[in-house]
């Protein structure tokens, strides 16, 4: 009799620590999958991020590009009004009647 009441009181001291060990490991489980959750939110967050500023770095580029092409055809420009300015001078020389 008082070996079958020490296997009872083993099963239900085992049951318990099972029962113990089940809710820890749901515990677990729960918190693993919250900070899966807010890993990935972040990660999310983060891509969303980067592919604005992805975004906005690609938009400046083509505003720099554009702007660079402008001040090159203004140099442009400027190079064939000097030249112009520096035949006109010549010619202007040449004439002898300005002198």
């Keep these: 009799q008082n070996q079958h009441d020490d296997v009872k009181k ?8 099972h029962n113990s060990l089940k809710l820890e490991h749901r515990k677990s489980l729960e918190a ?10 972040e990660k999310d967050s983060e891509v969303a991020n980067l592919q604005d500023t992805v975004f906005k770095l690609r938009e ?6 554009k702007a660079h092409q402008e001040v090159h ?20 020389q040449k004439m002898p009647g300005l002198r």
């Design 73 to 92: 055809s203004q140099l442009l420009n400027a190079q064939a009004q000097m030249e112009e300015f520096r035949q006109l001078k010549e010619a202007l």
């Design 60 to 65: 400046e580029s083509k505003l720099l590009r």
């Design 10 to 17: 083993q099963l239900l001291d085992l049951q318990l620590q």
């Design 32 to 41: 693993h999958g919250q900070k899966l959750a807010q890993l990935q939110q």
